[in-house]
T-cell receptor, first 114, second 113 residues
Framework: EAQVTQNPRYLITVTGKKLTVTCSQNMNHEYMSWYRQDPGLGLRQIYYSMNVEVTDKGDVPEGYKVSRKEKRNFPLILESPSPNQTSLYFC?????????????FGDGTRLSIL | AQSVTQLDSQVPVFEEAPVELRCNYSSSVSVYLFWYVQYPNQGLQLLLKYLSGSTLVKGINGFEAEFNKSQTSFHLRKPSVHISDTAEYFCAVSDIWGGKLIFGQGTELSVKP
């Protein structure tokens, strides 16, 4: 089954403790992206990657890092999480570099930073 | 840069009634437009997209949207809604060269019996 898998689905942690949210897709997609969803703000793009070893900042990259060492994985790293990063995070992928292709979304990761 | 405004944060409607969810966008270049649906505790699913050609786009679950370039709008419509259409709906825009996808704030559609 074609899917985008995020882990963990839920995480409660404390300020300053480094964490990684993994994202993996089994569709051989070139494009992958991370979003955060906050009430009243919709989804905002954090980082995206058009291919292996190619990443670019989205609209809200501050406080986040990503890497794309292989095509299927695109982890999101919070080096020193803060409470304002409490949010619902989505990973997405699409088959082509151009955004005219629809994105396939994971089921989300809910992070709470205390 | 592009931006998207969804004009209604919540839309309550009775079952079998028609519904329109409004979306306006801003861009200085040609764009692609999308509508996504998010059911509770799930990721987003694509409902429909406008890339070029006919301005009336039909999607899944009986939804359709009309691209109006002069009014920079891409409103979503369904002639008769069901309880199962209760969800949050997001309008999104990107430029035609790819990369960034900009989402609106979302509209909660609540269908009541």
């Amino acid at each position: 089954e074609a899917q985008v898998t995020q882990n963990p689905r839920y995480l409660i942690t404390v300020t300053g403790k480094k964490l990684t949210v993994t994202c993996s897709q089994n569709m051989n997609h070139e494009y992958m992206s991370w979003y955060r969803q906050d009430p009243g703000l919709g989804l905002r793009q954090i980082y995206y990657s058009m291919n292996v070893e190619v990443t670019d900042k989205g609209d809200v990259p501050e406080g986040y890092k990503v890497s794309r060492k292989e095509k299927r994985n695109f982890p999101l790293i919070l080096e020193s999480p803060s409470p304002n990063q409490t949010s619902l995070y989505f990973c997405a992928s699409s088959p082509e570099r151009n955004s005219n292709q629809p994105q396939h979304f994971g089921d989300g990761t809910r992070l709470s930073i205390l | 840069a592009q931006s998207v405004t969804q004009l209604d944060s919540q839309v309550p409607v009775f079952e079998e009634a028609p519904v329109e969810l409004r979306c306006n966008y801003s861009s200085s270049v040609s764009v692609y437009l999308f509508w996504y649906v998010q059911y509770p505790n799930q990721g987003l699913q694509l409902l429909l997209k406008y890339l070029s050609g006919s301005t009336l786009v039909k999607g899944i679950n009986g939804f359709e949207a009309e691209f109006n370039k002069s009014q920079t709008s891409f409103h979503l419509r369904k002639p008769s809604v069901h309880i199962s259409d209760t969800a949050e709906y997001f309008c999104a825009v990107s430029d035609i060269w790819g990369g960034k996808l900009i989402f609106g704030q979302g509209t909660e559609l609540s269908v009541k019996p």
